[in-house]
T-cell receptor, first 115, second 113 residues
Framework: AQKITQTQPGMFVQEKEAVTLDCTYD???????LFWYKQPSSGEMIFLIY??????QNATEGRYSLNFQKARKSANLVISASQLGDSAMYFC????????????FGPGTRLSVLP | ETGVTQTPRHLVMGMTNKKSLKCEQH?????MYWYKQSAKKPLELMFV???????ENNSVPSRFSPECPNSSHLFLHLHTLQPEDSALYLC????????????FGPGTRLLVL
């Protein structure tokens, strides 16, 4: 069974609007971390935001926020005020356990920002 | 140099060639990773090194041989590769503790002819 599911292969958003990228995960470990990465066409994976399973508040980093719904096992990324430079692949990833080093990545969502 | 660097950025090799990919991290981290990203497949973890010791090898064929001489440098030696090994190879590093983020390099795009 897939541990990370991203059901949107591709998304379009108008410049300056907000967009939500979906991520659901599957784990039985009470301690885990959830990460979002951005991958532009150049290839590098850029870390965006992190949410720990015990964090009480949703994580925010500038225009990025993570809508964490623990009971539903979802960790959606919200990008506010989209910019043309936000066009990229976005990957949700999970790390299980306190010291686990294995990241599991989802299949990704390709976001295209329209002018 | 800052962050995680990888060289070369692009590599074309024949199936009988031997080549090496290099990764260097300037973040003071103690763990390094190799990932493979093929078209239309999720990232696959290949190798993990903690304090220069290999701790994970996710059933990677022996034609891929990692080397970690110190906590800042990581190599991936390639020999007798197959065309299906063509992919983007990403290096990452982290400071191991609780839930530490992995930081990635720009990757090496490998084409095996």
């Amino acid at each position: 069974a897939q541990k990370i599911t991203q059901t949107q292969p591709g998304m379009f958003v108008q410049e300056k609007e907000a967009v939500t990228l979906d991520c659901t995960y599957d784990t039985s470990d009470p301690s885990y971390g959830l990460f979002w990465y951005k991958q532009p066409s150049s290839g590098e994976m850029i870390f965006l935001i992190y949410q720990g399973s015990y964090d009480q508040q949703n994580a925010t980093e500038g225009r990025y926020s993570l809508n964490f719904q623990k009971a539903r096992k979802s960790a959606n990324l919200v990008i506010s005020a989209s910019q043309l430079g936000d066009s990229a692949m976005y990957f949700c990833a999970m790390r299980e356990g306190n010291y686990g080093q294995n990241f599991v990545f989802g299949p990704g969502t390709r976001l295209s920002v329209l002018p | 140099e800052t962050g995680v660097t990888q060289t070369p950025r692009h590599l074309v090799m024949g199936m009988t060639n031997k080549k090496s990919l290099k990764c260097e991290q300037h973040l003071g981290h103690n763990a390094m990773y190799w990932y493979k990203q093929s078209a239309k497949k999720p990232l696959e973890l290949m190798f993990v090194y903690n304090f220069k010791e290999q701790t994970e090898n996710n059933s990677v064929p022996s034609r891929f041989s990692p080397e970690c001489p110190n906590s800042s440098h990581l190599f991936l030696h390639l020999h007798t590769l197959q065309p299906e090994d063509s992919a983007l190879y990403l290096c990452a590093s982290s400071q191991e503790g609780q839930m530490e983020t992995q930081y990635f390099g720009p990757g090496t795009r490998l084409l095996v002819l």
